[in-house]
Nanobody, 121 residues
């Protein structure tokens, strides 16, 4: 199973970016897909997840109302639409995949390489 993120970059505060994560191998529609981020000197933290059926999504409080996770099972791709970006959103963003209903970071066995998001103030 391989995951590849794209869409990161440099954006001004208040701007938007859309991240994409394409997965190959495995059975995409059976995975719960998650987005995580890690800022310099900080631990990796949960951002958002979408359940394998697409019927449930979860978001961290810090991004609620600004970030939206979605998935396209026909394209084996999960997206993270990020609006009203803030400087504190600067981090490397990772997508991850897991069967079933993962509860913690360690429950995700498959990870991408990450994409850098930098928000300038």
């Amino acid at each position: 199973v391989q995951l590849a993120e794209s869409g990161g970059g440099l954006v001004q505060a208040g701007g938007s970016l859309r991240l994409a994560c394409a997965i190959s191998g495995g059975t995409f529609h059976m995975y719960t897909m998650g987005w995580f981020r890690q800022a310099p000197g900080k631990e990796r933290e949960f951002v958002a997840a979408v359940r394998w059926g697409g019927d449930l999504t979860y978001s961290a409080d810090s991004v609620k109302g600004r970030f939206t996770i979605s998935r396209d099972n026909a394209k084996n791709t999960v997206y993270l639409q990020m609006n009203n970006l803030k400087s504190e959103d600067t981090a490397v963003y990772y997508c991850a995949a897991a069967y079933g209903d993962p509860r913690t970071t360690n429950d995700y066995p498959y990870w991408g390489q990450g994409t850098q998001v930098t928000v300038s103030s």
